[in-house]
């Protein structure tokens, strides 16, 4: 099968110079309707500036395009790494912000346990309107306590939402292009985070 696809090879390139030799003379006899392209007085200059134009057009590759590719190209996997070390260090910024909230929430916990059952026992040794007493101020307490709470948390949830805007309106901005105003970011933060 390959010696005949061989010979057909061979043939066909024979038959195809025969025909331009052909076009040739043709030619050269004056008869006017041959291509150019296969005159084979022409063969040398054709060669010659088939070489020159690949010649130009490798060096022109190699030295303006193909380096300018590589500079983007550089460019752009920088800055998306960049991009990707700010997302990873705001993240590790809010989830640092979390932990605090939740150690703070934990303590304020903890020392409302405490004030409570301080109270308490010296509660059960006083008589039954001072007991009365001392549990209204533990009330108290607590609900100052659950206020100090509240505050805690609503200026850490405050924080989370201002950290997770700037990240998120920073990442559409960079990943897009697109600027988003702070109010937007504001209605899409409230929006996610109430879906959660």
Do not use: C
Not at 123 to 147: F, I, P, Q
Not at 155 to 177: M, R
Request: charge should be negative; aromatic fraction near 6%; charged fraction near 25%.
């Amino acid at each position: 099968m390959t010696r005949y696809l061989k010979n057909s090879a061979a043939f066909g390139f024979t038959g195809a110079l025969a025909l331009a030799a052909e076009g040739a003379l043709a030619a050269s006899d004056g008869g006017g309707g041959t291509l150019p392209q296969l005159d084979i007085g022409t063969f040398p200059t054709q060669v010659f500036w088939l070489f020159v134009t690949f010649i130009v057009l490798y060096v022109a590759m190699t030295k303006v395009a193909i380096p300018r590719i590589e500079y983007v190209l550089e460019e752009r996997h920088s800055k998306l790494a960049e991009d990707l070390d700010k997302a990873g260090k705001l993240k590790a910024d809010a989830e640092e912000v979390q932990a605090n909230y939740e150690k703070a929430l934990a303590d304020a916990r903890g020392s409302a346990q405490e004030l409570v059952g301080a109270a308490k026992e010296e509660v059960s040794k006083a008589n039954a309107k001072a007991e009365a007493e001392a549990d209204a101020a533990a009330v108290t307490k607590v609900k100052e306590a659950e206020a100090s709470i509240d505050a805690a948390r609503t200026e850490a949830l405050s924080n989370v939402k201002d950290v997770v805007s700037e990240v998120a309106g920073d990442a559409v901005q960079k990943l897009i292009g697109v600027k988003v105003t702070k109010t937007e970011l504001n209605k899409a933060v409230a929006a996610a985070m109430e879906a959660k």
